[in-house]
């Protein structure tokens, strides 16, 4: 099959608010492949790391203290030698390998992918469907507490607050884009309103719509 005609829905999503889980829902009414942390396991193989090492640089750009600690890393003559820091890569030469990676999923099946900018790794290819899923900061919250198991409302504002930082900080610094513009994307969900089973329906009636029109044009 020509990669071209492989249908790739890439789904953005808020923490908290069930666009992972609605990206597997998806994926499993349609048949496709789902992608979430296997373009991370890939990039940990090429990278001969740990998955689980690598995970803490995953869809993140650098703070100043990481690049404090590679500076001091390399050694300053008028400094104390300190010991290499172990880092892989840059934030964006792991952001350009996992683009590699999902395109490369993109030429090979149907496919869900979730987060990791695939919207703009994949926004060249024609049978891209891009979704952002996201939700009132109070229902993440909750949904946070009740699939983490956080008793603390406060710790869980804290992790979505301190995720819609993190996320807005990566896509503008690797894409040079404001992460939840409409624009970027075919379709934007509140999952709270809709819910998860109708957003695969809706999402469902969508997807031939839209890549029968790319074919075409």
């Excluded at 710790?155 to 819609?164: C, G, M, P």
Aim: with cysteine; hydrophobic share 40%.
């Amino acid at each position: 099959m020509d990669s071209a005609s492989h249908t790739v829905i890439t789904i953005s999503r808020q923490i908290g608010s069930g666009g992972t889980y609605i990206g597997y829902l998806l994926a499993k009414e349609l048949g496709f492949k789902y992608v979430d942390r296997e373009v991370l396991r890939k990039a940990a193989e090429h990278l001969k790391t740990d998955e689980r090492w690598l995970e803490q640089y995953d869809e993140r750009s650098s703070g100043l203290i990481e690049s404090v600690l590679k500076v001091f890393s390399l050694g300053q003559p008028e400094t104390t030698y300190m010991p290499t820091v172990k880092l892989p890569v840059y934030d964006s030469d792991l952001f350009r390998l996992e683009c590699r990676i999902m395109k490369d999923i993109a030429r090979r099946y149907d496919a869900v992918i979730v987060g990791r900018g695939a919207f703009h790794a994949l926004k060249d290819h024609p049978g891209q469907v891009r979704l952002f899923i996201h939700a009132p900061i109070d229902f993440r919250i909750q949904r946070l507490m009740k699939v983490q198991g956080i008793s603390d409302a406060g710790e869980a504002r804290k992790i979505v607050e301190e995720s819609d930082m993190r996320r807005t900080k990566f896509v503008r610094d690797m894409i040079g884009v404001d992460w939840t513009d409409a624009r970027n994307f075919h379709l934007c969900l509140d999952a709270s309103l809709v819910g998860f089973p109708a957003s695969v329906e809706l999402i469902r009636s969508l997807v031939p719509v839209k890549t029968k029109r790319s074919m075409n044009s």
